[in-house]
């Protein structure tokens, strides 16, 4: 177990919904780190926030948005879905140091039919 | 861009067998690099790191040596077993700065280890 508690596990909805995905990092890690796992792509990192503030940014769509939560709880926005949206979402946490092993949440399958 | 390159899946390799999966990489900077493995149905989980060249990381048997000449990581094991069997990520960091910081990932290797 890795700490990182990401709800739903599953989530299936249509095209032109919005969905929102949360996570809950591990006990005492500051930054959290969005990812999108799909078989042509591989794992894309999304966006990383470090107490509340947004770091990093990377292939991450206008339609989608996240935020870090003062309880540092973090929530990825995915709003009108197309089918290309389906993918395995991971969210990860680390301490923010340099080096810092990322742990992993088991994901969230998206499926948009 | 950083960017990480590992070989094509899958592997197919019976009980006790010799494993090498093959990672280079592109970065701009110095990276760390790491391996993490994903089970059927889990996140990712860190199996090994290296910080700078020439530092080797272990880890459960597995082995990869930092090599900054070929820019390569390569993941090696003596003897696989059917627990190994997995998708492996080949991953470096981009240290620009401490809190800063992310992985960038191969496209994973799976790995089928067969009794």
């Known amino acids: 177990d890795s700490g990182v508690t990401q709800t739903p596990k599953h989530l299936i909805t249509a095209t032109g919904q919005r969905v929102t995905l949360r996570c809950s990092p591990r006990s005492g890690d500051l930054s959290v780190y969005w990812y999108q796992q799909s078989l042509d792509q591989g794992l894309q990192f999304l966006i990383q926030y470090y107490n509340g503030e947004e770091r990093a940014k990377g292939n991450i769509l206008e339609r989608f948005s996240a935020q870090q939560f003062p309880d540092l709880h973090s929530e990825l926005n995915l709003s009108s879905l197309e089918l290309g949206d389906s993918a395995l979402y991971f969210c990860?946490?680390?301490?923010?140091?340099?080096?810092?092993?990322?742990?992993f949440g088991n994901g969230t399958r998206l499926t948009v039919t | 861009g950083d960017s990480v390159t590992q070989m094509e899946g899958p592997v197919t390799l019976s009980e006790e067998a010799f494993l090498t999966i093959n990672c280079t990489y592109t970065a701009t900077g110095y990276p760390s690099l790491f391996w993490y493995v994903q089970y059927p149905g889990e996140g990712l989980q860190l199996l090994l790191k290296?910080?700078?060249?020439?530092d080797k990381g272990s880890n459960k048997g597995f082995e990869a040596t930092y090599r900054k000449e070929t820019t390569s990581f390569h993941l090696e094991k003596g003897s696989v077993q059917v627990s190994d069997s997995a998708v492996y990520f080949c991953a470096l960091s981009d240290r620009r700065g401490g809190s800063n910081y992310k992985l960038t990932f191969g496209k994973g290797t799976l790995l089928t280890v067969n009794p």
């Open positions: 290296a910080t700078k060249a020439d």
């Open positions: 990860a946490s680390s301490r923010g140091q340099v080096n810092s092993p990322l742990h």
